[in-house]
């Protein structure tokens, strides 16, 4: 298995005693303990009033500041001690880095709110959406085949988390993702699961020229004509609607990139190989396919491969029930299978240099370049 250093090291050695290997265990099973107290250390002011407080507050000082009783912040903050978000030195309590980063750092919000709103309850289902290949935690929202089916009619909240999250992990690498694909002309791009349209509307701001068609979901698209409505360039956006698990869906033709980000995620291996096929069959000798994704086994730091490996489990339980965020080595295995060949692979886009951008062709086209 190949892996960046930082995996590497991280991996496949051990590096814990017998007492951390011990500590390590037991934070496994008090896991969903931990993930509540710290929400409603957030939820209710506790993190920010230390932040707030560079001497420290007093468990009757932050009863005060926060409203709640003298027991609600014994509880939360003794826990809060065990779990290394706060600190105490006589009798007084100090935010952690670690609580800082609860606290202060977007990512670790967005992944909170995304797995408090959309994936919890949900989780409970996780042994059956293993056995079964089904996502069988939806069902504490509805009864679709999979979470994109309802997306629009999730509950709001639930609904505000989950693009909130799609968004972060996809909109840090835009900038740097459209100076590749524009680096040749462009004029016709097919957006494949545009969602709301906020690649297109990058890109139509990026070029003047250009005109993109989302392919999605029928009620998927209704979002992003709401979405993108009034915005400059929403003219030059067109909608496709299609279900791509049907495997007699074809792809339009006629254009010169074909563009994936965060797309092929939400597929089993046997579904990107049957859409990939089906893109390659609506390629001329000129178009390019793009793929963008955060490949676990490719990030420089571990952080974010274990946030990616734990994400996979949302879309076993909550999304459709096969599909994960891969290693990059099934994606490739996938794209040999349709037929189509690397060109080039550019690596650590975006500010959390977490995405890599997979440049396709049909074989007899490709000149490799990195």
Not at 124 to 144: C, D, I, N, T, Y
Request: with cysteine; net charge negative.
């Amino acid at each position: 298995m190949n892996l960046t250093p930082a995996l590497q090291e991280r991996y496949t050695t051990e590096h814990q005693s017998a007492l951390q290997a011990q500590r390590l265990a037991e934070e496994i099973a008090f896991a969903p303990v931990a993930f509540q107290v710290s929400r409603l250390m957030l939820k209710f002011g506790v993190l920010e009033a230390l932040h707030q407080a560079e001497e420290g507050l007093t468990i009757d000082a932050l009863s005060v500041q926060t409203g709640l009783s003298v027991y609600a912040v014994k509880v939360l903050i003794e826990a809060s001690l065990s779990i290394g978000t706060v600190r105490t030195t006589d009798d007084r309590f100090f935010l952690t880095k670690a609580g800082w980063f609860l606290l202060r750092d977007k990512a670790t919000r967005i992944n909170m709110d995304f797995v408090q709103e959309v994936c919890y309850q949900g989780l409970f289902h996780l042994e059956e959406a293993l056995r079964e290949g089904k996502p069988a935690g939806l069902k504490v929202f509805g009864q679709w085949p999979t979470l994109y089916e309802g997306l629009s009619q999730l509950p709001a909240t639930a609904q505000e988390k989950w693009f909130a999250f799609d968004h972060y992990y996809s909109d840090v690498s835009f900038a740097d993702a459209l100076r590749i694909v524009f680096a040749t002309p462009v004029h016709r791009l097919l957006d494949v699961g545009g969602n709301t349209g906020r690649f297109a509307l990058k890109t139509v701001e990026f070029n003047p020229e250009v005109q993109v068609t989302i392919m999605d979901l029928p009620p998927q698209l209704t979002l992003m004509r709401e979405h993108i409505a009034g915005k400059q360039g929403a003219d030059r956006i067109k909608g496709y609607g299609v279900n791509l698990l049907d495997p007699k869906s074809a792809f339009p033709t006629g254009f010169d990139a074909i563009w994936m980000s965060q797309f092929l995620d939400c597929f089993s291996e046997e579904e990107v190989v049957s859409i990939l096929r089906r893109a390659a069959a609506a390629m001329n000798e000129q178009t390019v396919l793009y793929i963008l994704e955060p490949y676990w086994d490719r990030q420089q730091h571990e952080t974010g491969a274990y946030c990616l490996t734990q994400i996979s489990v949302y879309f076993t339980a909550m999304a459709n029930g096969n599909s994960k965020m891969y290693h990059s080595g099934d994606m490739l295995h996938c794209i040999e299978q349709a037929g189509l060949q690397v060109a080039a692979v550019y690596d650590h886009l975006g500010g959390s240099n977490s995405h890599t951008l997979l440049k396709l062709m049909k074989p007899s086209e490709v000149k490799h370049s990195a």
